[in-house]
């Protein structure tokens, strides 16, 4: 069972930012830049290519929905995407405010009180 299955459960807390039936949008807690965002699919799949066409779809739907809120809530030049998947074997979409290249590479990492994550959180989500 990955981290994102005992998030979904409810086992592990999270800075929730959005949730519907099939998908759940959280703060990284190891942020590349301030509102770094995971997108994920409920369902289990290790692979974003697996993933039935219609999921993928909406998938990036949903992503896009709270990249918008992001936007809307972080003042960046643009949120980029990633979808990486080796750290988690559970597909997850990375949205990232960016004002600088840096932010993209997961080498660049930045701090934020649980405090700063909550209000993050409840900001982003009133955007949506």
Same mark, same amino acid.
């Given at each position: 069972?990955?981290?994102?299955?005992?998030?979904i459960n409810g086992e592990i807390p999270c800075y929730?930012?959005?949730e519907d039936e099939e998908f759940i949008a959280f703060l990284d807690i190891n942020p590349?830049?301030?509102?770094h965002t995971l997108c994920v699919p409920k369902k289990v799949v290790d692979k974003? @290519?697996? #993933?039935?066409?219609? @999921?993928? #779809?909406r998938l990036m739907k949903f992503s896009?929905?709270?990249?918008?809120a992001l936007e809307k809530t972080i003042p960046c030049k643009r949120v980029g995407m990633a979808v990486i998947g080796l750290e988690v074997p559970h597909v997850h979409v990375h949205l990232i405010p960016l004002n600088e290249m840096k932010e993209m590479t997961f080498a660049h990492k930045v701090s934020?009180?649980?405090e700063e994550f909550n209000n993050l959180a409840e900001a982003i989500n009133k955007n949506l």
């Open positions: 069972m990955s981290i994102f299955t005992k998030i929730k930012v959005a590349n830049a301030k509102g974003i @290519l697996d #993933l039935e066409e219609d @999921l993928y #779809l896009r929905k709270v990249g918008i934020l009180s649980p």
